[in-house]
């Protein structure tokens, strides 16, 4: 899997895109990067050696909570889901990517 | 707070970080297990898709490491690695490192120790309910109110409730057939419900008992030997049964403060109390201010008095803080003045054993320099090196911190032992707290700062090339400039310190051969306190007391008079008086001390009559008043002219005429100057309910003050009776001085001891430096004089800056102490900085020789190669 065919995540985006995954639901690790990957349309590509320094990082701030649990194909498995706190900030952290985003497009249409 | 939760969540990390590293293992096996399965899935072989998983997951080492360090505290367990490391090379040389570890404990021990006392004496808080509503009452300008007024006020029902008491009245209690002097408090009987004294055993007195004591712990264990049945016990106090109903708890503090103790409180009328108001809940001072104001202008018209108004003067004041201190005032001044000192005296000791750890963790970074040239070439930060070493300095300041606080404990649980025999008790109970805690922590901190920085921020500067280069030596001439610069340091205020003590050593010395213009080898002295008595029986029952004093074997003379000399608690009036000499026009102001003495008191206590005439049993209630004056008084009154035949009028326009001048002598304190004093006859003085009784004899033996003693006791079995030798009490106002000298004196000494430490570790440490040159010196002909003339030199310099900049601190340092001091000894007598300077240098001698030695043995042939 060449990563040259896949843009580079802009920098913050990465909680955010953690936390949306985990909004359906809690979800051990590689799940997280299968549904963002799939989300994308194979768009993006979360790089294995960011999401568990990032997922712990999220625990410590505690947006995220962590328990062990049974994966789909019966393994034992950490899973991860968002806790109110986390919620909170992916709506705030949503709001305002939206409007940067906007304000992106805006330029890029009438500058 | 989402921050403090986050921070918990860390600290929880803490604990469980193997348990961690385990789960994040597995958690990253099944993640590429995960796509393991999903490519094998996808059609390749088990082994190929597992690899492929792995390759793509990366270094799981890297990931770990990452993973870890979003929770981990950084500079915590930074911190914790530098202390291991510090305390790895304080092993290494573990003399080095008790000697600064054990110097700072005696300085931090006794610096803490003297905020204890102090913090004890001065704002320990009193035990009763809700200090912060209860209130301490002045009226008229006073804080003693008689019984009738304290009444009216009462009845007017402004507060919550409004208790008096009387502290420190002497009562006599007698058992079997002996009596014993104690230490009451006489108190109304709603006292206890309106200040909430807690009581231990038993009950507090409630309104509506009479004839019941409360005892405090300390004489329910010393007096009735911790009689399990104290409950309910009859004793007899003043000739009359109070019932026992209750026993007061160990760390019982009174109202009044300063750790004084009396040994019951008891309900009695006495003639005058202090008001203690309870404020009602919300009720402002300023309110019950005004409502007091308004009932003390009714005290005016129903008892109206010239000398006071009542109305004015008002005070309500709080029980404990820095407010009870103000009322207190006078007392306290002295007081606090002397712990001042001693913390100042004590912070100076700690700061010199900081200027040794200082030097030696100097020394220590020097020794290191090229290491750390190393680490910081290698891209070590500056900052994380200084942090390092600053660990090494921590580690020390949190050993001596800790070692001090042990000291701490047990001397505070001497002090606590102590019992001052002042006619109120006094008996400290030091017990460490939060403060103490918060206060030494604070000075762990400063040590820290102060011992470490300065070799932190040397051992980690200069260029990095030339360091390598020169395997520190450039740096190490640096260095030793500043601990050149802490011995000198350290020397100077050791002769401040030194400086103070041997005045207070002198103020003893003098003191105690000191003339205090009485004899105080042949006289005992009596107090003799009874119940109310008209004045006519109380002057018939000293006449009958001097004439029993008189026929017991080996009395001289024997007299009696209103004031002990030298004592603060039974002191002199001090009567503050427009006179006019002769009757004139001219008014002279003069503050002079007041007593009214019998004719033989001047002989009693051999006190000279230098013009005119002691007074005489014609001096009697009736006839002409009559004064003696002191010399002092008669010179401000009359200049240089004859006084005796004069006549004193008072403000009032009464005449008193001038019998006699006696001999100036010490009044109240050995340190005042220049007192005035006026003498009036006993006969002439109206009505009281006690009097002091002096005895002249061959001797102030025991025997004779208990003969002293159960003469006055058998007289009159209801009268309170305290007798002393005039030598002890003498001696108890040298008290202050001796504990002055004696702590002074020891810190002093410690400061002294450590400084020659510093001055012996210092030219040490320069030999060793220069141990090569002093080879080259050696084998180009130099002769031992001249090794010996160059090590003394550097010594000389050191001591000789040392003494100039101590000798001129101390000159400015120890002018406050005349305040503590008799007049003989002056805190500017250059004999002092002369004396001073020489012990000095004879210890810096001392600290001088050993370096000496290793000098003069220094082999050219080892010390060439020496490097």
Known sequence: MGSDSIPELLPGTLYLLILRALRGGPLHGYAIVKRIKEASGEGLQIEDGSLYPALNRMLVKGWLASEWGISENNRKARFYRLTREGRKQLEREAGEFDRLVRAIQLVMRTA | MALWDEIGRRFAYLFRRAPFDRELEEEMRFHIQARADELEEAGAPAAAALAQARR????????????????????????????????????????????????????????????????????????????????????????????????????????????????????????????????????????????????????????????????????????????????????????????????LPRDHRMLAGFDFIPDLYLTKDTSEVMLYARLPQGMARSAAYARLKAVCGELDRVFPDVNRKWATGLRLSAVDGIERLRENGPMVIPVAAFFAMLGVVTGIVVLIACANVSSLLLARALARARELAIRMSLGGSRGRLIRQLLAESLLLALVGTGAGLLLNLWLDRLMSGIHIPTPLAIEPIIQPDGTLLAYSAAIAFVVTLATGLAPALKGTRSGIAGRLQEGGRESARAGGALRNALVVGQLAVSIVLLSGGLLFLRNLLSAASFNAGFDTEHSVESTFQTGAHSPREFAALVDRALERLRALPGVEAASPASAVPLNPFLAFNRPNVKFRPDGGAREVRVEYNFTAVGPDYFRTLGIPILEGRAFSDADRAGAPEVAILNENMARRLFGGTRAVGRTLRFPDNHDVTVVGVARNCKYVTLGEEGAAALYAPYAQQPDRANVHFFVRGRGASAAMVRRVDESLGDLDPTAAVDTHSMHEVFHGALMPSRVAAATLGAMALIGLLLASIGLYGVLLYAIHQRTREIGIRVALGATPGNVLAMVASESLRLVAAGVAIGLAAAAVAVRPLAMFLVPEVRPGDPLNFVAVACVLALVAGLATVAPTLRALGVDPAVALRHE
């Open chain 2, 56 to 247: 793509e997951f990366g270094s799981s080492l890297r990931i770990e490491e990452e993973t870890r360090s979003a929770w981990q505290l950084r500079w915590l367990e930074d911190l914790g690695a530098d202390l291991r490391y510090a305390a790895r090379s304080m092993r290494r040389n573990p003399i080095l490192a008790a000697a600064a570890a054990g110097s700072l404990a005696l300085g931090i021990g006794a610096n803490t120790t003297v905020f204890s006392v102090a913090k004890e004496a001065l704002f320990s808080r009193p035990s009763c309910r809700d200090p912060q509503s209860l209130v301490e009452i002045s009226v008229g300008r006073d804080v003693w109110i008689p019984m009738a007024q304290y009444r009216y006020i009462k009845d007017a029902n402004l507060f919550e409730g409004l208790g008096g008491a009387n502290i420190g009245m002497v009562v006599n209690w007698r058992l079997g057939n002996r009596s014993y002097r104690l230490a009451g408090t006489h108190v109304t009987d709603d006292f206890f419900e309106v200040t909430g004294i807690p009581v231990a055993m038993g009950r507090p007195i409630r309104r509506g008992d009479t004839d019941v004591a409360v005892i405090t712990y300390g004489f329910w264990k010393n007096r009735l030997a911790e009689d399990p049945n104290a409950i309910g016990r009859v004793l007899v106090l003043d000739d009359r049964p109070y019932r026992v109903i209750g026993v």
